[in-house]
């Protein structure tokens, strides 16, 4: 069935069906068949769409675990923690009964945004668990080394999970193509597995978006990568603009896929947008400046050391100002520079081109011609009887005639 969702219908039923990170795979399912009480908790860490949670659920289900998951949109409070957590972990015997099978697993999911709001007693409540749990602790990050974990890691035993290879993803996406008589060729899934940066379901996703005619060529994939790139824009200036802590707004700039120097224009473009204070918004552009200082030494210096200064002061302040701010967020993407760049780069290029045209006859360089003979063409465009010259001499078109008229 086309209309279903493909990410939910070639769900992994068996561990072995989950590709990619089989080492991490097999010593989870370790970790987890030997786990007995005072064992320490399992923390799988990696990218996104690496298979982390995928894992989780499909190994508790195959090992006949009944999961008990709470999400970084829980309250993470250590009241809340306990009233949820602290039974299933604690009451081995009647969880036994309850759960059925094995009994519970207790499941933190993205444990690294836990502590979005201020960690109220977070971090001990669950290391409090992993010391007297009956039953197995999970957790699952994107980033473990966020300074909030540091204590909780030594409690864990951590299993990293990579980006999955692109010949594993392209080898996936054939067999959804065969199933769902697809007709796709070898360089598009490329493209596709490629586009994913190691993203599983961000890969099906895609294949099915471009299978509606039911054939699938590069041509398909034009605007896909722009897609992306916007998609992962509005979510990192989302993050950016919301967050209550450094670490949240250091944390959305270093996952993002946006490079900074694009990154810094387009915060800057949306200040308006987001803070209606003059005050504040001056001191949001002031902290915006010293970054771009930062990013200019970078380039003349090459001194990548400071990086991080350059960072701090993309998100140290617009933390204080989110604080200030009541307007609902409003963003836009790609920057207005770079949409005039675009609308005026077919004028570049046509002015490239005459200047190509008139220097191969005067055996100069086109930044010689746009610099030294244009303003005098210039001056002498608007005789009929030059025109006709020019035109005929250096094999100018009546476009490239016109374009100098306007220049």
Sequence with gaps: ????????????????????????????????????????????????????????????????????????????????????????AIESSINLFIYGGRGPLIFFDEVDGIFGREDSGGTSAIISLIKDSRHPIVLVANDPWDPKLRSMRRYCQMIRFYRIQVHEIVILLHKICKKEHIIANDEALIRIAENSDGDVRSAIN???????????????????????????????????????????????????????????????????????????????YDAISKADISFGRIKSTGDWKLLSYALEQMSISLVHLNKKSTKKRRFKFPPEKFMMLGYTKGIRNLNSSICALIGGKLHLSRKSVNNEVMPFIKIMIDDSAFRSRLSSQFELDKKMISHIKNM
């Design 1 to 88: 069935m086309r209309s279903s969702i493909w990410v939910d219908k070639y769900h992994p039923k068996n561990v072995s069906d989950i590709i990619g990170n089989n080492k991490a795979k097999n010593t989870f399912l370790n970790w987890l068949k030997n786990w007995k009480p005072g064992s320490k908790a399992a923390l799988l860490y990696g990218p996104p769409g690496s298979g982390k949670t995928t894992l989780v659920h499909v190994a508790a289900d195959q090992l006949a675990y009944k999961i008990l998951e709470m999400n970084s949109s829980d309250v993470r409070t250590k009241n809340s923690i306990n009233k949820i957590a602290e039974p299933a």
């Design 206 to 284: 895609d294949l099915q978006s471009l299978s509606e005619k039911g054939i699938i060529t590069l041509n398909e994939l034009e605007g896909l990568t722009l897609r992306d790139k916007q998609r992962d824009a509005f979510e990192t200036l989302e993050q950016i603009f919301s967050a209550e802590n450094i670490q949240m707004a250091r944390k959305a700039i270093s996952q993002s896929q946006i490079d900074f120097e694009t990154l810094l224009i387009s915060i800057h473009e949306n200040l308006p947008n987001n803070f209606s204070d003059l005050s504040t918004l001056a001191n949001a």
